[in-house]
């Protein structure tokens, strides 16, 4: 649910995914936690995100299930004066956050001895689920390792994503963190959550020579007609995407030209019959048998569908279908 439900919106999200089965939700940060009070049980909502030793009491204070990495954390936790369940996350190639493997089972041993801490789960994050079968392996062994040499009981334990639990099914423990998969991304099969629309503002027909947008960067090739379409990078239409790939209006696709401002892009729509201001347009998304994905979109814009997703602005109204 982290990032705003990646760009989709947290709250409606966080319901569709509980009742669709989710035993949990998992947050980046304490502001995300709270935003989902209510919605299920406290512990049951895990904070991934690093926290400092600041945020300890203000940590412990919300009931969620907390990323204790260190002994400084879980040694300010367990003074918070709350009991507080805890995940203990093991690095075993990631490099963020966690401790290290041979580190692990004295920090578990003093979480459990603690008596305002639950060492409620362990886990670890793959680096390269989608790209790295051996280092993947390589991971879930340090992982497995270390808590073979734990005597204390590890609580649920979890290390694949996504990626890891589409490529390495046998890695799945006791659960699985999906992320971007829940949303119908990167998962073969799977269908997209969101569509991203906008409408065309304005239409006209430009010249031979004539130029669209910001420096100039198109230049017409001869009589075209251009559609202007409100929406731009304030909205997470990455700049990068200036003169790159296209937009879907009237079912057919209409290559994006010129540099994308922040309130507006335009499109050459010669080829699409009768276009024409309050057409729609879709940037995300199927219209009639054509279709645009946030991989494809990530590709155009030099990023992935995780930022395209992310990316979308506070400006972008979100509708949501039963």
């Not at 060492?119 to 079968?133: E, I, P, S, V």
């Not at 998962?187 to 947008?213: E, M, N, Y």
């Not at 506070?314 to 279908?321: D, H, I, L, T």
Request: with cysteine.
């Amino acid at each position: 649910m982290k990032a705003g439900g990646y760009g989709h919106g947290a709250v409606p999200v966080a319901r569709a995914a509980l009742e669709g089965g989710a035993t949990g939700l998992a947050v980046a940060t304490l502001e995300e936690a709270q935003a989902l009070g209510g919605l299920a049980r406290t512990e049951d909502v895990l904070v991934m995100g690093g926290l400092t030793v600041g945020q300890a009491a203000a940590a412990a204070g919300g009931g969620w299930a907390l990323a204790v990495s260190s002994h400084e954390l879980a040694t300010a936790l367990s003074h918070a004066g709350e009991v507080v369940p805890v995940h203990m996350k093991i690095d075993t190639g990631m490099g963020r956050f966690g401790c290290r493997p041979e580190e692990a089972p004295e920090l578990a041993r003093f979480i459990d001895q603690s008596p305002r801490l639950v060492l409620a789960g362990t886990w670890t994050h793959f680096a390269c689920a989608d790209t790295d079968a051996a280092m993947t392996r390589t991971q879930f062994k340090r992982f497995t390792d270390a808590i073979a040499a734990f005597d204390v009981d590890p609580g649920l334990r979890h290390a694949c994503n996504s990626m890891g639990a589409h490529n390495h099914p046998e890695f799945a423990l006791d659960a699985i963190r999906a992320g971007i998969a829940i949303y119908g991304c990167e998962w073969p099969g799977t269908q997209p959550a969101l569509a991203l629309r906008s409408i065309v503002t304005h239409v006209k027909t430009v010249g031979t020579g004539d130029t669209i947008g910001y420096s100039a960067t198109w230049k017409a090739p001869g009589n075209r007609r251009v559609a202007t379409v409100a929406i731009g990078y304030a909205d997470g239409v990455h700049r990068a995407r200036s003169n790159r790939g296209d937009v879907l209006v009237r079912g057919q696709r209409a290559p994006l030209i010129g540099v994308v401002s922040m309130d507006a892009i335009t499109l050459d729509v010669t080829e699409v019959p009768g276009v024409q201001p309050g057409d729609v347009t879709t940037l995300v998304g199927a219209d009639g048998d054509q279709r645009i994905t946030a991989e494809e979109v990530g590709e155009w814009s030099g990023t992935i569908s995780y930022e395209v997703l992310t990316s979308l602005g506070p400006r972008v109204e979100r509708r949501y279908s039963e």
